[in-house]
């Protein structure tokens, strides 16, 4: 197994296992499920005047104070209409507990790595920066969503 | 494999060891015929020696052993203590402590065998024994006072036998080795007496001491500060239900949960000694490198810190030393030139003052000189001469904390590279304490620090803009002004468009909280609250919409993402479960602009005079049933007694107490401020009383306990609602409940003064007073007295209580706002019906020029603000006289 292929570890770990999936506008996103902490409905939030507008507010989580993020906003997307209520799926970070804001939960997915490829050379900017990778499904495309990055503000930023 | 546990062990052991060698060694060179303590250093050496020759670390074992061979020589007196010698064994400890952090990290000795080292110690150590031999040849033959090879021997082979023995029995000299056997084995007997000795002090000592580990100290706090959340919430909920029971538990659980806050943060306390043990060395490496004479004094080494904080000021400490040595402390001969001693003194003290350490790093050299700072600021292009000309000499000296500037002639390389005092700064800021610098040319400089005590549990004022709650650490709040809607206009002013008010005659700038976090702002309130607060040594006034409460908070940090923001110092979380973010003064100050044109301001006043501009007061604290901190004016106090249990007798329905051939009626304040039974519980004995004088009669008030007397400015916040207390503030960073003297009094002894006021009958008195707090304490000292009192917070208010109803004596207070009583006094003498009646100005009590400036203003009388007596017989005259001149007038009518 040690000689078997220089291919580094991380990338298979990246390629298959299991991922949480939600919804961020019309496109459908997963993270490594492992690197989730937990899914809460949406929380009372304190906003953070004067703070980058990506972020949405602070929350209490059971005594920790997390970040939220609006994926919307992160990812350059219309802010969304109608008041549906937002869901947090909490991912842990190198820097802590962030809190993902997004439209709606989807399944945990098994993942296979034959299925999987690099994102599209052409993708947004915006997008591109944030997402690993692509798992071409029967009837749609789940984008590997790299939750460092994303909670990481100095990526992506248009100056 | 070796048991990493026992490494770990060893490892920690031996750091102790070495950081105590630091100390001992240096402090060996003042003492060099101290002989305890020549024996703590070798003993020192010693275990250290002994622990790696049975872990098989070899290289340490060798100079370890070498130093010891060396050691034992000083100590039998075979060789004269010289500052080489000294450097040899430091450098040894150095040594140790290099190859101690890589067994630390990989478990091995690392390359350096430290042979050379090695080799000098033997050179040393040998050198000495030779010639020692030959000026006292008898010694070595003696029983009595065996030779100091065979003890080094000894020790290291009772120790470590085997790799002892063999690796060094060579390098001793072989022909040394004969004939000691019967020596050594004495030796190794009173080698292991010592120890027994030793086994036995450690063992009493960990009887009474467990190691505990920082992480888990850690994690403590971090619970308390969750249950300090939790009672927090569990008080609001409390507050919202009408229940005996829950009311009674929370406040049980109020009083564990501070408790128990303040046991772990004291678990968590460490000495500032604990940074300080370094710096005899510090100070003696630079003394040596820089050829000077310094001598290191330590004032209050046991003043405790939260550990964090001990952390965090390590390295400017070690800084602000280095640079009293480097540029403080002068040459012995320049010294000696200016008629000092040639040994230039280095002073550090700590001591606690007000809830705040304060540090003082001093030296009694050449101090800072203003004209070399002033030249290097211009060279630097730090500021303009021009600039320069407006500042003090303080504020001068206070450019040494601007990033890039350094004085000293020459670099050297130990300081003096212009980064650093800056770095200091913002290192202490950043732990929320404050750094300033003193000097007295030719005398020396002293930097002092100020420090709060810990970091994770702070108090702190919610406010709230724009509909989002904020909380502002109370260490930086000076104190809060409201006022009300239609006056706003005319105490805000506008200096080409930036924001002022008028605080006591002086400017203060203003910011808006909306403004500066880009809120809504509430529309038009019926009042303005500002909220003024200070950072670094500049103030400025927060306009915020609401304030709400003081609170003990618990500082969580922001996510990374946050970092970037000035303008908040971390989150907590309140009673109700929402986060709130702290703001971080400074960086409110900063977003605002009013911090931005420090330099061009032209602060003629300078910030010590609008520091005591501040009002302060002098403040009796005790504590009585549950309430920790309760105070009165001291100026209201007249006696603090102490009576035993017996000499307490019952009159009519309550106690009393024979006092100077008087009855001195008793209250007890327990029982007035817990209506409820807590009064089974017995009184202490003897007790102690607070007397109360009030024109001819006095009060005893019960208390637990007399705690402290402050004299302090005074945060008020006012909030009435429980029997028997006035409102809270802020006393030595601590809330502290105010007693309503009027109502303790009135409520526990009607019995005895009833009718008493009666002759004060319906004589109506305005009280002017802009503070809330000193309006109340007058006017429950005059409603006591039976007068009627009306308030007025200011000009307009007074004006507008004397058109509602006729007054007899108008009572106001110097500073009364906007514009001081000579206004109401002229606004009086307008109206024909008011220009009659008696005006009493009430001064600061410490401020006589007040009074005669009062009196050429026209006003009838003038007393101190808090001189409760004299106020009241001031009034009672002006009552009279004002009656009696009635009384004339109409006479005179009749007359007419």
């Avoid at chain 2, 004969?178 to 027994?196: C, S």
């Avoid at chain 2, 790093?361 to 070399?372: E, F, K, Q, S």
Wanted: charged share 25%.
């Amino acid at each position: 197994m040690t000689t078997e292929t220089m291919t580094p570890k991380f990338d298979i770990a990246q390629t298959s296992g299991q991922f949480s999936t939600f919804y961020v506008g019309d496109l459908y996103f997963g993270v490594d499920v492992l690197h989730v902490q937990e899914v809460l409905c949406f929380q009372p939030m304190t906003p953070v005047p004067q703070a980058p507008e990506v972020i949405e507010g602070l929350i209490n989580l059971r005594g920790q104070i997390v970040t939220a993020i609006d994926m919307r906003r992160r990812l350059r997307l219309p802010a969304r209409t109608g008041c549906q209520a937002r869901m947090n799926i909490v991912v842990r970070t190198v820097g802590g507990a962030v809190s993902l804001l997004v439209d709606e939960i989807g399944d945990v997915l098994d993942m296979d790595a034959s299925i999987y490829e690099r994102p599209p050379e052409n993708l947004d900017s915006s997008a591109k920066e944030l997402i690993r990778g692509v798992y071409k499904l029967k009837d749609r495309l789940l984008l590997v969503l790299d939750e460092e990055r994303s909670v990481d503000l100095a990526v992506g930023r248009v100056s | 494999m070796q048991d990493q546990d026992v490494i770990r062990e060893f490892l920690v052991e031996s750091h102790e060891n070495l950081s105590r060698l630091d100390q001992e060694i240096v402090e060996l060179e003042k003492r060099p015929k101290d002989a305890a303590l020549l024996a703590s250093i070798f003993r020192s050496i010693h275990t250290i020696k002994g622990t790696c020759g049975f872990f098989a670390f070899s290289t340490l074992e060798r100079i370890t052993h070498q130093a010891e061979g060396l050691l034992c020589q000083l100590r039998d007196g075979q060789l004269e203590l010289s500052p080489s010698l000294i450097s040899l064994i430091l450098e040894t400890v150095d040594a140790t402590r290099k190859v101690l952090a890589s067994i630390e990290t990989s478990g091995e000795e690392g390359p350096d065998a430290f042979e050379d080292l090695a080799e000098r110690l033997r050179v040393a150590a040998q050198w000495k024994v030779d010639a020692g031999v030959e000026s006292a040849p008898g010694a070595e033959g003696l029983d009595a006072s065996p030779p100091c090879v065979a003890e080094a021997n000894g020790g290291s082979s009772s120790s470590a036998p085997e790799l002892g023995g063999q690796s060094w029995a060579g390098a001793d000299g072989e022909d040394r080795r004969k004939g000691e056997d019967r020596r050594k084995e004495k030796d190794r007997r009173q080698e292991e007496g010592r120890r027994e000795e030793d086994v036995q002090r450690h063992s009493a000592a960990a009887d009474a001491n467990i190691r505990v580990g920082v992480g888990l100290l850690d994690k403590l706090m971090d619970l308390v500060g969750e249950l300090v959340l939790t009672r927090n919430q569990i008080l609001q909920f409390n507050t919202e239900r009408e229940d005996a029971a829950l009311n009674a538990t929370s406040q049980r659980l109020n009083l564990i949960t501070s408790e128990l806050q303040a046991g772990v943060m004291k678990t968590r306390m460490q000495p500032i000694g604990m940074v300080w043990n370094q710096l005899p060395r510090v100070v003696r490496d630079m003394s040596v490198a820089l050829g000077k004479q310094i001598r290191l004094q330590m004032d209050g080494a046991d003043t405790e810190l939260d550990r964090t904080i001990i952390e965090a000021i390590k390295d400017p400490l070690v800084h602000l030393v280095r640079n009293a040595c480097d540029h403080g402390v002068e040459l012995p001969e320049v010294r000696v030139r200016a008629s000092k001693r040639a040994e230039g003194i280095l002073t550090l003290r700590a001591y606690h003052e007000g809830g705040q350490v304060n540090i003082e790093i001093g030296d009694d050299g050449a101090g800072i000189d203003v004209a070399r700072v002033k030249q290097k600021a211009i060279e630097k292009g730090l500021l303009r001469p021009e600039q320069l000309e407006k500042l003090s000499d303080r504020e001068i000296l206070n450019l040494i904390f601007q990033p890039g500037f350094s004085t000293a002639q020459t670099v050297t390389n130990l300081s003096g590279r212009g980064v650093g005092m800056d770095v200091v700064k913002s290192h202490v800021e950043k732990i929320g304490g404050t750094v300033d610098v003193f000097s007295r040319a030719g005398e020396g400089a002293t930097v002092k620090i100020k420090i709060p005590l810990t970091l994770a549990i702070i108090p702190g004022l919610v406010i709230t803009s724009g509909g989002e709650r904020f909380v502002i650490p109370q260490i930086s709040l000076l104190e809060l002004i409201r006022m009300d809607g239609d006056s706003t206009e005319k105490h805000i002013e506008y200096v080409h468009g930036t924001p002022v008010f008028r605080r006591r005659g002086s400017l203060l700038p203003i910011a808006y909280l909306n403004h500066v976090l880009g809120l809504k702002s509430a529309g038009r309130a019926e009042a303005v609250n500002i909220v003024v607060l200070q950072a670094e040594d500049r103030q400025f006034g927060l306009v915020v919409d609401g304030i709400n409460d003081t609170q003990e908070i618990v500082v969580k940090p922001l996510g990374k993402q946050l970092k970037g923001l000035t303008l908040y110092a971390g989150a907590t979380i309140m009673g109700d479960g929402r986060v709130a973010l702290i703001l971080d003064v400074l960086g409110i100050g900063q977003g605002s602009g009013v911090f931005a044109a420090h330099h061009e301001q032209a602060r003629a006043s300078g910030p010590q005079k609008a520091q005591s501009e501040i009002e302060k007061q002098r403040m009796l604290l005790f504590r009585a049933g549950s309430f920790e901190r309760l105070a009165v004016p001291l100026s209201l106090v007249a006696r603090l007694e102490v009576f035993p249990q017996s000499a307490i007798e019952r009159a009519g329905a309550g106690q009393v107490v024979q006092y100077r051939d008087r009855i001195l009626p008793l209250v007890s304040l327990r029982a007035v401020l817990e209506s409820s039974g807590h009064d089974e519980e017995p009184q202490p004995d003897p007790v102690q009383v607070v007397v109360f004088n009030d024109g001819d009669r006095s009060v005893g008030m019960v208390v637990d306990q007399i705690l402290d007397v402050v004299e302090e400015a005074i945060a008020v916040r006012q909030k009435t609602g429980r029997k028997g207390l006035l409102g809270s503030a802020v006393i030595g960073q601590r809330v502290t409940d105010f007693l309503d003297l009027n109502e303790i009094i009135q409520a526990a002894a009607e019995s005895w003064f009833q009718g008493v006021g009666g002759q004060a009958g319906d004589k109506r008195i305005l009280v002017a007073e802009a503070s809330a707090f000193s309006r109340c304490m007058i006017r429950s000292g005059l409603e006591m007295a039976g007068y009627r009192v009306l308030e007025a917070g200011n000009l307009e208010d007074a004006v507008h209580a004397l058109e509602g109803q006729p007054v007899d004596v108008v009572v106001a207070s110097w500073d009364l706002p906007p514009e001081g009583s000579t206004a109401l006094l002229a606004a009086m003498q307008r109206r024909p019906e008011w220009a009659k009646i008696p005006v009493l100005a009430l001064a600061d009590s410490n401020k006589p020029t007040q009074s005669a400036a009062a009196r050429k203003a026209g006003f009838q009388d003038c007393q101190g603000k808090f001189d409760r007596i004299r106020v009241l017989e001031s009034v009672a005259q002006l009552v009279s006289k004002a009656a009696s001149a009635e009384a004339e007038t109409v006479c005179a009518g009749e007359v007419g």
